[in-house]
């Protein structure tokens, strides 16, 4: 793929995101508010812009992933916003993770300007994005999808095509939804049995290989020690912070409301890390949920 890649929003993810892209040869604009987060990418060989504007003015294609849809809906569609400053034929890939309706609204506005968007949200967490081992779900006309396809095997492992604008934000609240309860629910099974006098290691081991296994005991046990490059080996360092769960869960439960779906496991997980956030761990990885439950008393 020829010509120039502008990349905005230089976070946790981004940074990572458009490390490998760099590494793999492509050409990258970046801007980021943050001045460091700019600097970090053009010491890898990305050259800085003034604005997202800037950034994107001569890009093929744009790639954004930035904290929530108010971001996403000003830098598309605010004052100077990217859809008025890109080219024709630039192609639109949104990273963030935003509610559907958000993401629709704008890649509806690109279209009335003759421009193909795509919302392409992750998952993964930071481990993922630095070893280009990301999942991506994709909503958007299939031709746009495919010209994106060559980044997404960069950046990713795999990636599915959802359906059409805003499908891809939809399977990722629903996958955040999921991932949230069985953290939880992996959380209550490892301390009920340390309760009962069992090596956590063991009784992880046991699950994995029973009817209990899933992605949280596989590859990120929320007991310190049991896995040595999960978070909870590591004073609980976010890859995916307990906000950013909390963010994720609380637009699964504005969809249910919206939709008039019961998600009662979900709205129980959305609680449980709301609680664990207003404690002080917003900033902790969301697998410490352990230490919240760990501290139940039933007295």
Not at 36 to 42: F, K
Not at 55 to 79: F, T
Not at 153 to 169: E, I, L, N, R, S
Request: with cysteine; charged share 15%.
């Amino acid at each position: 793929m020829s010509g120039t890649i502008a990349f905005i929003g230089l976070g946790n993810m981004g940074a990572p995101m458009a490390a490998n892209l760099i590494e793999a040869g492509y050409t990258l604009t970046v801007f980021d508010l943050v001045e460091q987060a700019m600097a970090d990418a053009a010491a890898l060989g990305a050259k800085q812009a003034g604005s997202a504007a800037a950034a994107a003015k001569d890009a093929e294609i744009v790639i954004s992933m930035l904290p929530a849809g108010r971001h996403v809906a000003d830098l598309y569609m605010g004052e100077g916003g990217l859809l008025d400053a890109v080219g024709k034929g630039t192609l639109l890939v949104d990273c963030s993770t935003i509610d559907a309706e958000t993401s629709r609204q704008v890649a509806e506005a690109a279209t009335e300007r003759g421009l193909s968007m795509i919302d392409a949200p992750v998952s993964g967490g930071v481990n993922g994005a630095k070893a280009g081992g990301l999942t991506f779900m994709v909503g958007g006309e299939a031709e746009a999808v495919e010209r994106a396809s060559p980044l997404f095997d960069v950046m990713g492992k795999t990636y599915f095509h959802a359906g059409p604008a805003g499908a891809g934000q939809v399977a990722k609240m629903c996958n955040n939804m999921l991932l949230g309860i069985l953290m939880t629910g992996t959380s209550e099974a490892i301390n009920l049995a340390v309760a009962n006098g069992l090596d956590p290691a063991v009784v992880s081991e046991i699950m994995k290989n029973a009817s209990g296994g899933n992605w949280a005991l596989n590859v990120y046990n929320p007991y310190p020690g049991v896995m040595d490059n999960a978070p909870a080996s590591n004073g609980y360092k976010p890859g995916f912070g307990v906000d950013l769960m909390l963010k994720d869960l609380g637009l699964a439960m504005d969809s249910s409301l919206k939709n008039g779906v019961a998600t009662p496991l979900g709205s129980m997980a959305r609680n449980l890390y709301s609680v664990h956030s207003q404690s002080g761990h917003g900033g902790d990885d969301f697998s410490s949920i352990f230490n919240l439950l760990k501290g139940q008393s039933l007295d």
